[in-house]
C-alpha cells in the first residue's frame, strides 16, 4: 500500500502528464484520442512522446513528469 506521499506524487505525475497530452497531442499524440484518460501505465509512452517529438518545452516537461 502506498503512503500518502508516494500516492501524492503519484496523483501530481498523472495530473503533469494528462496535461502535457493535452497541451501537445497535436504535435505528439495526434493519433490518439482527443479526450484520452491516461493512466499511471501511460506515463511512459507520454514521456517517451514528448521527449521524441515536443521540443524543448516537451522534453522539459517529460523531466518534471519523470521526476
Known amino acids: 500500500m502506498l503512503n500518502g506521499q508516494e500516492s ?4 501530481e505525475r498523472l495530473h503533469k502528464a494528462q496535461m502535457a497530452y493535452q497541451k ?4 505528439c499524440f ?12 501511460d506515463i511512459p509512452w507520454v ?13 522539459l516537461i517529460a523531466g518534471e513528469i519523470c521526476r
Open 24 to 27: 501537445f497531442r497535436t504535435q
Open 30 to 41: 495526434w493519433s490518439y484520442k482527443k479526450n484520452l484518460i491516461l493512466r499511471n501505465k
Open 47 to 59: 514521456t517517451e512522446g514528448l521527449r521524441k517529438n515536443g521540443g524543448k518545452e516537451g522534453f
Open 8 to 11: 501524492n506524487a503519484s496523483v
